[in-house]
């Protein structure tokens, strides 16, 4: 099997797994992995039980595709990714209900607990409000994600990078469970922030761990 061919498989099994994760309703979000001089994404508007490996789409790094299907309006903000993060080899973007519920708000996560160390920093920032598809909300998503892994996107959703598909939807889950907790502490009073020394601590720990390379096993606590 081709490498490409083997990626195209990957988006696919991946994109069916966004719903039973909690991750994404219907054919909402988008998935792409770096290749080549540019990447491969899932189409627009294909239910993720119908897309079959020939249907996602090579997109270069200019936007240019030759596919019977369009990329994901989104495409955008996945080409500047990959064009600004050279440790970004896959995206995923979804509209779980936490991140999406705390983005119509437009509110950072901060350091509410160890685990905002999957988002390389120390908050899940959100970013600026831009209608989808367009320049500047992917201009502004690639500002959310200077130093993060991670990012909310102002009453939009979410979006998360990794090294392969699979740290990358690993990544999405946690910070969805990062969103739901925080939401969950608001309600019962007011969270306490992790100092910048703990955050510290946890970044260098997720480190050793391997958990910002391609290894994503939880460390021992």
């Known amino acids: 099997m081709s490498i ?24 909402s979000g988008n998935l792409s992995i770096r290749f080549g001089g540019g990447f491969l994404i899932t189409p627009s508007g294909v239910p993720y039980g119908e897309i079959t490996p020939d249907d996602v789409v090579y997109v270069d790094m200019d936007g ?43 509110m950072d996560i901060p350091a509410v607990h160890y685990m905002i160390a999957v988002g390389g920093g120390d908050s899940i920032r959100c970013s600026d409000y831009y209608t989808y598809g367009t320049q500047a909300l992917s201009d502004a998503v690639v500002r959310a994600l200077e130093g993060r892994l991670a990012c909310l996107m102002a009453n939009h959703g979410m979006i998360a990078t990794g090294a392969n598909m699979e740290q990358a939807m690993w990544r999405a889950v946690e910070v969805e469970t990062l969103a739901r907790q925080y939401t969950l502490a608001m309600q019962i009073g007011k969270p306490v ?17 391997g958990l910002m390379s391609k290894q994503i096993s939880t460390p021992s606590q």
């Open 193 to 209: 922030l992790l100092t910048d020394d703990e955050v510290a601590q946890a970044l260098e720990k997720f480190g050793n761990y």
């Open 4 to 27: 490409e061919r083997s990626l195209r498989e990957d988006i696919v099994a991946n994109g069916l797994k966004l719903t039973p994760s909690g991750l994404s309703q219907g054919t």
């Open 64 to 106: 240019h595709y030759e596919h019977s299907r369009r990329p994901s309006s989104e495409w955008r903000f996945h080409r500047d990714i990959y064009a600004a993060r050279a440790d970004a080899h896959a995206v995923v973007h979804a509209h779980p209900p936490y991140s999406t519920a705390l983005a119509m708000c437009r």
